[in-house]
C-alpha cells in the first residue's frame, strides 16, 4: 500500500481584531465592512473558534497545510501583517501555502501594495499578475489561483481572468505527465449553484472548461463558509471539489460551523489514479468542542479515484 500524504485545508480565516484604521482609510468599500464587523462579524469570526482549529491540526499532524483566502476583513494595511505574522505561526513557507480571497483584495490598491508581504507562502506571487503559481510537495502539485479582485459595494464575486485561466491550462497540461496529484486551490467556488449571484466566480464556467479539458485530481476552496462536496467534469472522470468551513466562524448551522479538513490522499492501489479521503473537525457550540466528521464523496467521484 502507498503512503499517505496528509493535506491540512483552512480557508476564511478572518483574523480579528480588526485594526484601527485611519479616517482617510475608510473613504471607500471599507467603510460598509467596517461597520459590518463592528455591529456583527466580530461576534461569529472568534479567537476561540480559531484556536481550536489549530489546535485539532496540530493534532493531526499534516504533512502540508493550505490557507484558501480570507485572511483579512477589509485589507487595511495591518490586517496583512497580523496575516503575515499569523502564518509565520501556523508554519514555515515549506509546510504551508496561501491564496488570497476576496477580502484580501477589498479595495483597489490592496494586492498590489501588500500581497507581497504573503510572498514566501504564494511561491513567490506577490501581484495578480503572478498567478497561477505551482509547488511540488511530496506527492502533489499545488496550483494555487487568484481570483480576488476588487469589486463594488455590496459585490463578493470573484474572476480569475483570460490570461490567468491560459496560464493554467499550460500548467495543468505539463503536470499531467509528471505523475503528481495535480491540487487546485481557488477561493471561489467554481461549481455551479454553490454561491449566489453576488458571491459567485464570474468565469466559473471558463475554469470548468480548462479542467474538463486538461484535468487535476482535486479542487480546494472557500468563500461560503459552508462545508460542501461535489465534483466537475474531467477528461478521465468527475474532479472532486471540497469547500472547507471557515476557520473562524462559530455558527450553529451545522453545514456552517467553522473548522478545518484533513486529506489523506494516496496512490490507489492499482498504481493508476489517486485515493482521497477527507475528514473534517468543527466547532460544537453545544459542547464548546471540536468535532470530528467524515466528508462523504459523490459516488461517481469515488469511482473514479479508485
Not at 480559531?50 to 491540526?57: H, N, S
Not at 503572478?130 to 481570483?147: E, T, Y
Request: net charge positive.
Amino acid at each position: 500500500m502507498s503512503s499517505v500524504f496528509r493535506l491540512a485545508h483552512l480557508t476564511d480565516v478572518h483574523l480579528g481584531p480588526l485594526p484601527r484604521p485611519r479616517p482617510g482609510e475608510l473613504f471607500s468599500k471599507r467603510i460598509t465592512g467596517f461597520l459590518s464587523w463592528q455591529l456583527r462579524r466580530r461576534r461569529i469570526h472568534r479567537t476561540d473558534v480559531l484556536d481550536a482549529t489549530l489546535a485539532a491540526l496540530a493534532s493531526a499532524r499534516p504533512d502540508h497545510t493550505v490557507v484558501t483566502g480570507d485572511l483579512c476583513n477589509i485589507s487595511l494595511p495591518g490586517e496583512f501583517v497580523a496575516a503575515r505574522d499569523w502564518l509565520l505561526r501556523l508554519g514555515p513557507p515549506a509546510r504551508v501555502t496561501a491564496i488570497p480571497g476576496n477580502h484580501d483584495a477589498y479595495v483597489p490598491g490592496a494586492a498590489e501594495a501588500h500581497w507581497p508581504l504573503w510572498r514566501p507562502w504564494m511561491e513567490g506571487a506577490g501581484a495578480p499578475r503572478d498567478f497561477p503559481f505551482v509547488r511540488r510537495v511530496g506527492p502533489l502539485a499545488l496550483l494555487g489561483l487568484s481570483s480576488a479582485v476588487p469589486r463594488p459595494w455590496g459585490d463578493a464575486a470573484g474572476e480569475l481572468g483570460c490570461a490567468q485561466l491560459e496560464r493554467l491550462a499550460v500548467r495543468l497540461a505539463e503536470l499531467r505527465r509528471s505523475g503528481l496529484c495535480r491540487v487546485v486551490l481557488v477561493h471561489h467556488p467554481p461549481v455551479p449553484g454553490w454561491s449566489p449571484p453576488r458571491k459567485c466566480l464570474l468565469d466559473a464556467a471558463a475554469l470548468g472548461a480548462v479542467l474538463a479539458r486538461e484535468g487535476a485530481e482535486l479542487v480546494l476552496c472557500g468563500h461560503d463558509h459552508r462545508l460542501a462536496s461535489g465534483a466537475l467534469p474531467g477528461p478521465s472522470g468527475p474532479i472532486p471539489v471540497l469547500a472547507g468551513p471557515s476557520a473562524s466562524l462559530a455558527a450553529a448551522e451545522p453545514e456552517k460551523r467553522g473548522g478545518g479538513l484533513l486529506l489523506a490522499i494516496r496512490r490507489a492501489d492499482s498504481g493508476a489514479g489517486w485515493r482521497i479521503e477527507a475528514e473534517a473537525w468543527r466547532f460544537d457550540p453545544a459542547l464548546a468542542r471540536m468535532a470530528h466528521e467524515a466528508v462523504p464523496m459523490p459516488p461517481s467521484v469515488v469511482a473514479a479515484l479508485a
